[in-house]
C-alpha cells in the first residue's frame, strides 16, 4: 500500500490550520513554496539540513514581507512547515543559528577549509554541514538550500556578494568543493533575487493604488459634507 502523501494532502492540512484568506499576491507564493518543500520530503535522496532550513525560512520571510494582516503571518509559516509534518521552531531555531555563525564567517577560510579540513575555528559547526554534503554522493540539491546557502554569504560578506563579479567567483569555488550544480546554482539565485525584485516592485504598486483609493474616498467625503452644509 502506497501511503506517500500528495500535495493535495499537504495543501488540505495547511487550509485547515490556517483558515484565513491570504492575499492573493502572497497565496501563489505561499503555495509554490509548499509544493517545492512537499516534492522534496518525498523525494528518496532528500534530508533534512539546518542550510535547507536557512533558505526556507528565509525565502518565507522575504516574499512574505509587507504581508498585511501583520499577525497572519506567523500563522502562515507555522500551517507551512507543519503541513510539510515538520517543527516550525526547529527550521527558525537553526536558521537563527547558522546565520548568527555567518557574522563572523571568513568566506575564503571557509572555502579553504573545507578543501583540506582543519580542525579548529570559529566556523567548525559550519563546516561539519558543509562536509556532512561533501561527503553525502547522494546529496539532494535544491534551490532552497541554494538560497540558504547564498543567505549564509550575505550575512558574512554584505557588501562584496551583492558585486556580480564576486558573486559568482564565490558561487563558482562553493560549488566546485561541494559538487554542486554550478549552472543551476547560479541560476536558480539569479531568479529568486529577480523575484524578489519583482515582488517588491508590485508591493509598490499596491500601496500607490492603495493610497490612491483612500484619497479618492476622503475627496468624496469632504465634498459630501461640503454638500450638507450647503444645504442647510
Do not use: C, W
Not at 41 to 69: C, E, K, W
Amino acid at each position: 500500500m502506497n501511503n506517500i502523501r500528495t500535495v493535495s494532502d499537504t495543501k488540505r492540512t495547511f487550509y485547515s490550520l490556517h483558515t484565513r484568506p491570504i492575499n492573493s499576491i502572497y497565496r501563489r507564493v505561499v503555495e509554490e513554496l509548499m509544493v517545492e518543500m512537499h516534492l522534496l520530503s518525498v523525494n528518496v535522496d532528500f534530508s533534512y539540513d539546518p542550510i535547507y532550513a536557512l533558505g526556507v525560512v528565509t525565502a518565507f520571510d522575504r516574499f512574505m514581507q509587507g504581508y498585511h494582516p501583520l499577525s497572519d503571518q506567523e500563522s502562515i509559516y507555522n500551517a507551512l512547515i507543519k503541513a510539510e509534518q515538520d517543527d516550525p521552531q526547529r527550521y527558525r531555531g537553526d536558521a537563527e543559528r547558522l546565520q548568527a555563525l555567518a557574522q563572523n564567517l571568513s568566506i575564503p577560510n571557509l572555502i579553504e577549509g573545507l578543501k583540506s579540513p582543519i580542525d579548529g575555528g570559529s566556523d567548525q559547526e559550519l563546516k561539519g554541514h558543509l562536509q556532512g554534503i561533501i561527503n553525502n554522493p547522494k546529496f539532494k540539491y535544491s534551490r532552497l538550500f541554494a538560497i540558504g546557502l547564498f543567505t549564509l554569504l550575505e550575512q558574512a560578506d554584505p557588501k562584496g556578494i551583492q558585486d556580480k563579479a564576486i558573486r559568482e567567483k564565490i558561487l563558482g569555488q562553493l560549488a566546485e568543493v561541494l559538487h554542486l550544480p554550478q549552472d543551476k546554482l547560479l541560476k536558480d539565485l539569479d531568479l529568486y533575487r529577480s523575484n524578489l525584485e519583482k515582488l517588491a516592485q508590485a508591493r509598490i504598486m499596491m500601496e500607490e493604488m492603495t493610497q490612491a483609493e483612500r484619497k479618492k474616498r476622503e475627496n468624496r467625503a469632504n465634498q459630501a459634507v461640503g454638500t450638507s452644509q450647503q444645504d442647510t
